[in-house]
T-cell receptor
Framework: DAGITQSPRHKVTETGTPVTLRCHQTENHRYMYWYRQDPGHGLRLIHYSYGVKDTDKGEVSDGYSVSRSKTEDFLLTLESATSSQTSVYFC?????????????FGPGTRLTVL | SQQGEEDPQALSIQEGENATMNCSYKTSINNLQWYRQNSGRGLVHLILIRSNEREKHSGRLRVTLDTSKKSSSLLITASRAADTASYFCATAATQGGSEKLVFGKGTKLTVNP
């Protein structure tokens, strides 16, 4: 699992409330990613980071912000959660080396916005 | 979009049979990868094939890549019930100076014992 943990693993919240999801890695990888997975859409990239304080938008970034103040943690924030953000969120890291483009995924966070 | 599209969306076979899944994409890629996802779990990387490669093997997995047709196939030989999972192709290409993976919607494979 490349030392990736996500917290919380499950969360139920109400529309309009802020939510922060945390991804933690233990192996000092430079690249980290946040995806959401929805039926019929596969995985879609929300934001990614290529270093401390270096982040960029993905395909579905509206309504989400991220922060990376240290290498091991990548936070995804929903400033004001909406029902359309009900989804399973996966964090991933990208390894360096022979398979430079391989990504390893965390176990996911199931978020329900009521 | 360069998004890969898997075909079929769902596949049901008997244990011992071979399973073939296909992936098509739209733009030039650096490499193509296949991932597996068991129900309720994260994705697990299976195999990567670079754009200058045509075929790759890993255990019971065989991947082919045809860049002229912008397509790839994943063959699982002698399938087992434990192979039941969703399989995703992901294309890697450089966009805006950085390399990103774009995932398809997946093929749901069921292997019946």
């Amino acid at each position: 699992d490349a030392g990736i943990t996500q917290s919380p693993r499950h969360k139920v919240t109400e529309t309009g409330t802020p939510v922060t999801l945390r991804c933690h890695q233990t192996e000092n990888h430079r690249y980290m990613y946040w995806y959401r997975q929805d039926p019929g859409h596969g995985l879609r990239l929300i934001h990614y980071s290529y270093g401390v304080k270096d982040t960029d938008k993905g395909e579905v970034s509206d309504g989400y912000s991220v922060s990376r103040s240290k290498t091991e943690d990548f936070l995804l924030t929903l400033e004001s959660a909406t029902s359309s953000q009900t989804s399973v969120y996966f964090c991933a890291i990208r390894t360096n080396g022979l398979f430079t483009d391989t990504q390893y995924f965390g176990p996911g966070t199931r978020l329900t916005v009521l | 979009s360069q998004q890969g599209e898997e075909d079929p969306q769902a596949l049901s076979i008997q244990e011992g049979e071979n399973a073939t899944m296909n992936c098509s994409y739209k733009t030039s890629i650096n490499n193509l990868q296949w991932y597996r996802q068991n129900s309720g779990r994260g994705l697990v990387h299976l195999i990567l094939i670079r754009s200058n490669e045509r075929e790759k093997h890993s255990g019971r997995l065989r991947v082919t890549l045809d860049t002229s047709k912008k397509s790839s196939s994943l063959l699982i030989t002698a399938s087992r019930a434990a192979d039941t999972a969703s399989y995703f192709c992901a294309t890697a290409a450089t966009q805006g100076g950085s390399e990103k993976l774009v995932f398809g919607k997946g093929t749901k494979l069921t292997v019946n014992p």
